[in-house]
């Protein structure tokens, strides 16, 4: 699971998406002494493989790509965590909290947790699901841990702690499983959507006050991609001329339009907090891409995950979606590559995770 890049990782990364050109030069040194990620499945690289869940891909024909196999991760090869660690210029990817140990946790860890999201029942009707709040809970851990291994000095660690990078990406399965599974849940009856969205954003900038106060200086807040257009919720509902459904998209629309409002609330209140948001919506995968999934998806147990031991697509290269609902490692590079390096003004704001990084 530790396996890196570092025979390659001086190298220039290009990755071209028709129209769309990234030329990211990989530092040969860390930019940023530690990197920690929380979310969900698009981070997630192995910390559900050993729970209770349906939302675990730790089995063929995830990881096909990847050197490792199958480790967890919710795509064919690298996730847009790993590119991350690897533009930030890391010998290694960031080890997930479950088998995290010893020295390696001081550069970071991965605490994502594929089917979880900013409410603690998000994710719940898959089974176990590692909620913001435990991961949250899970980083106090480490940090426990950071200082005992430098030296028992808290002061060093919370200084220390005040330079890395910390990425957020949560909030999709407070939509995909919760908000739009009536059946399970009571959020749709209860709120507008424009109600949810207030009360979504209301305790994520609890939890980002959290991480704050745990020493966190340098924060990516990742929004949420249109989740309407994946391919295994235009399955489930009925899609509009768009092509998408766009009910989903204009719900998840009103979480991203408080992301802005909230960056720079935190921004202000917090003395020398540097917050900044990924919008991701702004760089959808399918641009050039082939937008159905490269895997047989299932349409029971892990519904939209790919059916174990199938053959994937050959070209997977040229496809948006690995699954019913998450990227091929291409659509990851994507992300990660326009989050890093901003090329239009509406990628990040106030600043790309690059410019952040050099803070």
């Given at each position: 699971?530790?396996?890196?890049?570092?025979?390659?990782?001086?190298?220039?990364?290009?990755?071209?998406?028709?129209?769309?050109?990234?030329?990211?030069?990989?530092?040969?040194?860390?930019?940023?002494?530690?990197?920690?990620?929380?979310?969900?499945?698009?981070?997630?690289?192995?910390?559900?493989?050993?729970?209770?869940?349906q939302a675990k891909v730790n089995y063929p024909p995830y990881g096909v790509d990847f050197t490792d196999g199958?480790?967890?991760?919710?795509?064919?090869?690298?996730?847009?965590?790993?590119?991350?660690?690897?533009?930030?210029?890391?010998?290694?990817?960031?080890?997930?909290?479950?088998?995290?140990?010893?020295?390696?946790?001081?550069?970071?860890?991965?605490?994502?947790?594929?089917?979880?999201?900013?409410?603690?029942?998000?994710?719940?009707?898959?089974?176990?699901?590692?909620?913001?709040?435990?991961?949250?809970?899970?980083?106090?851990?480490?940090?426990?841990?950071?200082?005992?291994?430098?030296?028992?000095?808290?002061?060093?660690?919370?200084?220390?702690?005040?330079?890395?990078?910390?990425?957020?990406?949560?909030?999709?399965?407070?939509?995909?499983?919760?908000?739009?599974?009536?059946?399970?849940?009571?959020?749709?009856?209860?709120?507008?959507?424009?109600?949810?969205?207030?009360?979504?954003?209301?305790?994520?900038?609890?939890?980002?006050?959290?991480?704050?106060?745990?020493?966190?200086?340098?924060?990516?807040?990742?929004?949420?991609?249109?989740?309407?257009?994946?391919?295994?919720?235009?399955?489930?509902?009925?899609?509009?001329?768009?092509?998408?459904?766009?009910?989903?998209?204009?719900?998840?629309?009103?979480?991203?339009?408080?992301?802005?409002?909230?960056?720079?609330?935190?921004?202000?209140?917090?003395?020398?907090?540097?917050?900044?948001?990924?919008?991701?919506?702004?760089?959808?995968?399918?641009?050039?891409?082939?937008?159905?999934?490269?895997?047989?998806?299932?349409?029971?147990?892990?519904?939209?995950?790919?059916?174990?031991?199938?053959?994937?697509?050959?070209?997977?290269?040229?496809?948006?979606?690995?699954?019913?609902?998450?990227?091929?490692?291409?659509?990851?590079?994507?992300?990660?590559?326009?989050?890093?390096?901003?090329?239009?003004?509406?990628?990040?704001?106030?600043?790309?995770?690059?410019?952040?990084?050099?803070?």
């Amino acid at each position: 699971m530790a396996s890196g890049f570092s025979l390659w990782r001086c190298m220039p990364l290009i990755a071209m998406f028709c129209s769309l050109n990234i030329l990211i030069l990989v530092s040969c040194e860390p930019k940023v002494p530690c990197f920690f990620i929380f979310g969900d499945s698009l981070m997630d690289n192995g910390n559900n493989n050993d729970l209770d869940t349906q939302a675990k891909v730790n089995y063929p024909p995830y990881g096909v790509d990847f050197t490792d196999g199958p480790t967890g991760r919710f795509t064919n090869g690298m996730n847009q965590a790993d590119f991350l660690s690897q533009f930030l210029g890391f010998d290694n990817f960031r080890p997930p909290f479950a088998r995290a140990s010893g020295s390696e946790m001081v550069q970071g860890v991965n605490y994502a947790s594929g089917g979880s999201g900013i409410r603690g029942e998000s994710g719940s009707n898959l089974g176990e699901v590692i909620s913001l709040d435990q991961q949250l809970g899970n980083h106090q851990t480490t940090i426990s841990k950071i200082v005992s291994l430098q030296g028992n000095n808290a002061s060093y660690t919370g200084e220390y702690l005040k330079k890395c990078i910390y990425a957020v990406g949560s909030g999709s399965n407070d939509y995909i499983n919760n908000y739009f599974m009536p059946d399970f849940f009571p959020e749709t009856s209860q709120y507008t959507p424009e109600q949810y969205a207030d009360l979504l954003i209301q305790q994520y900038a609890s939890q980002i006050k959290v991480l704050y106060n745990s020493g966190a200086r340098k924060i990516a807040l990742f929004g949420l991609g249109p989740i309407g257009c994946t391919p295994e919720e235009i399955r489930t509902f009925p899609r509009n001329l768009s092509g998408c459904v766009d009910n989903l998209n204009n719900a998840v629309a009103q979480f991203n339009n408080r992301m802005k409002p909230l960056v720079d609330g935190l921004n202000a209140n917090l003395s020398d907090a540097h917050v900044t948001y990924v919008n991701i919506s702004n760089f959808s995968p399918q641009i050039g891409l082939l937008s159905f999934p490269c895997c047989e998806t299932s349409t029971t147990f892990g519904k939209g995950q790919c059916v174990p031991n199938q053959k994937p697509c050959l070209v997977r290269t040229l496809r948006a979606f690995y699954d019913g609902f998450h990227p091929t490692e291409t659509g990851h590079l994507l992300f990660a590559g326009r989050a890093y390096t901003a090329i239009t003004p509406f990628d990040d704001y106030p600043i790309d995770i690059r410019h952040l990084a050099e803070l």
